[in-house]
């Protein structure tokens, strides 16, 4: 456990920097690099805490919450209804098979926010839209805790701004991450060390959002991201080559 506790402290800690550059990338990171050594369930029931923390401490960061959670209601109320509801799955499914989804999941959202650019999405089809991202975002993170590569498909389809992509992915993360933990508490996933040392890694994260808001304004954000989803790739790569060739 001591071990461990040191990994994940510097895991969040470095997770928590990269959510604080460019928004997005908690539990990517935290997962993705965690289940490099660790049992993957371990890892996606560690985030849990860091997860909700970190995605509200963003939205109080960037503010409107309630004029964005109106504009994206129908995608938060999908994808927090699926989401929750496939939480009771997660039990079920056996280590390989998740480090099989959890490796798709995490190249699916490297090659996505690097190199793919979805039609463009009219307005008139914008609620189909957010109920297939947010039922798509839904079973995905009820599995693997990781439901941002549907958000960026549709984000990335209706075109929206810097800014606006930075708010309403801190509301529909939350959205995302407050039934999440409710569903892995109710599942019995997360035991009561499990729970403690997860509420421990609030910490290393907020410190690392904090640090990550400095880096944003005396970096190059955009060299940045692309270094980190690089990284993403690769991590996401080796989890597919481990489900394949244990």
Request: aromatic share 10%; hydrophobic share 55%.
């Amino acid at each position: 456990m001591d071990d461990l506790l040191i990994y994940a402290l510097a895991t969040f800690l470095l997770a928590g920097t990269i959510k604080g550059v460019v928004g997005i990338g908690l539990p990517t990171t935290a997962i993705g690099v965690l289940s490099q050594f660790t049992d993957p369930r371990l890892a996606i029931t560690l985030a849990i805490f860091p997860i909700v923390a970190g995605n509200s401490w963003q939205i109080i960061r960037s503010g409107n919450f309630l004029s964005t959670l109106k504009r994206y209601g129908l995608l938060g109320a999908t994808l927090a209804t699926v989401l929750l509801a496939t939480t009771f799955l997660a039990p079920n499914i056996s280590t390989n098979a998740l480090i099989l989804f959890l490796g798709v999941m995490i190249v699916l959202f490297a090659i996505t926010s690097l190199a793919f650019k979805p039609p463009f999405l009219p307005q008139k089809h914008d609620r189909t839209g957010q109920i297939v991202s947010g039922a798509l975002a839904g079973i995905s993170g009820g599995l693997t805790a990781i439901w941002a590569p549907p958000l960026i498909i549709y984000f990335l389809a209706r075109r929206i701004d810097k800014d606006e992509f930075v708010r309403a992915s801190g509301v529909l993360l939350l959205c995302g991450s407050v039934p999440l933990l409710v569903g892995y508490l109710n599942n019995g996933l997360i035991d009561g060390p499990i729970a403690k040392l997860s509420a421990i890694l609030i910490i290393p994260t907020l410190i690392g959002f904090s640090l990550g808001e400095v880096i944003r304004r005396h970096l190059d954000a955009s060299r940045f991201r692309t270094a980190v989803l690089v990284m993403f790739l690769f991590m996401g790569l080796n989890l597919l080559r481990r489900a394949f060739f244990p």
